[in-house]
């Protein structure tokens, strides 16, 4: 075995999973929301995770990069042990791109601002690399005419595009995407997926936590359906969707399709 970038390789160069997950558990007291998650990410997959509300897939999301600390398990993210209480998750962070529901943009700052802000904190880049990174971001999901607006100046779906800007903008190996689209319009939820779709297209691992059935029969490599804090079932978007093999999937699919 070998190390590059943090992360092991093997002596044929063969790039490991970017994300291993096993026996992942997660309680908040008596109450255990996820339970013997196995889970494998493969660098450039699109893994999309569906499933009612309060079976464990926001849990499971922020258990990837410790925004929940973990109760039992093992949790590898870039050959990080996300789960060893040692680690130096701030480190691991910067590797890991999250954008969640709602915005949390900084309301007194400008877009730009708030795409140049975490580098600049970070040390990861000055003033000048920090504002042509945030130019470049805010171009790439169709806002760089809006450098110079505040978040009160934008709609729903601008600011969750400068939202996915910011977390682009510390260049992460993963992106997890928690629910990004269900606090918006839906006449502008199209924009934001436009943003997933491209980002897809170019190669970015990807974790998309979503109720958009659509958008991950289209864009995912893998579907994860989750139940009760388990993995249900997984497979391709095709298996998932037009051949579910567990009653679970079956009952849920047919509700929302």
Do not use: W
């Not at 400068?162 to 993963?174: E, G, S, T």
């Amino acid at each position: 075995m070998s190390e590059q970038n943090g992360a092991a390789t093997t002596d044929a160069g063969e790039a490991p999973p970017k994300v291993v997950v096993r026996g992942l558990r997660k309680a908040f007291g008596d109450n255990v929301v996820l339970e013997s998650i196995d889970l494998e990410i493969r660098t450039g997959e699109v893994v999309c995770v569906i499933g009612p509300s309060g079976s464990g897939k926001s849990t499971l999301l922020r258990c990837l990069n410790r925004l929940e600390d973990i109760t039992g398990g093992t949790v590898i993210v870039d050959g990080f042990d996300v789960s060893d209480p040692k680690i130096d998750i701030d480190h691991v962070r910067r590797h890991i791109g999250m954008v969640f529901q709602h915005f949390n943009l900084f309301p007194h700052m400008t877009a730009i601002e708030n795409v140049m802000l975490a580098p600049v904190e970070t040390g990861t880049a000055d003033k000048a690399e920090a504002r042509r990174r945030a130019i470049e971001q805010l171009t790439q999901v169709g806002l760089a005419d809006k450098a110079d607006a505040k978040p009160d100046n934008l709609s729903g779906g601008q600011k969750q595009r400068v939202a996915i800007a910011r977390a682009l903008a510390m260049k992460p190996d993963i992106m997890l995407f928690d629910e990004a689209t269900s606090a918006l319009d839906p006449e502008v939820v199209g924009d934001v997926l436009q943003v997933l779709r491209d980002l897809a297209k170019a190669g970015m691992t990807m974790v998309v936590v979503t109720h958009e059935m659509g958008f991950a029969r289209e864009v995912s490599d893998r579907v994860v359906f989750m139940a009760d804090g388990y993995i249900v079932e997984e497979g391709t978007p095709e298996q998932i969707f037009d051949h579910p093999q567990q009653q679970r999937t079956q009952d849920f699919l047919s509700k929302v399709l």
